[in-house]
């Protein structure tokens, strides 16, 4: 399957905010669980949020618990990640994907045949 889109990225002071979006490739990502990844440089890509299909059932990794809110666009088909408080340590280059599952507090997987889109770069500096 073609990769997911993202946009939204930008340079921004810390403490800012940004609005990121996932959009698919001729295909909606309604009824798909989506994921939000970021990979910072010579890191591994590290989960930051994902949202189920039916966008009741979130999860945030520790660092941007609190910070970070992700949620639905059903008219628009689109999952978006709302960052606030930016810290230089969420720079990074931000991408999403579909994963299996969100349930209990946990995300699933990606699938193998899901591959990584372009993303989006997320700059925090002064």
Known sequence: QLPLVESGGGLVQPGGSLRL???GSGRSLNGYAIGWFRQAPGKEHEEVSCVNSGGDE???SRSVKGRFTIGR????????????DLKPEDTGVYYCSRVYYVQYGSCGARPMSESWGRGTQVTVSS
Do not use: I, K, N, P
């Not at 666009?73 to 606030?84: E, I, K, P, R």
């Open 58 to 60: 979130t999860t945030y």
């Open 21 to 23: 979006s996932c959009a």
């Open 73 to 84: 666009d059903v008219a628009d088909h689109t999952v978006y990640l709302q960052m606030d």
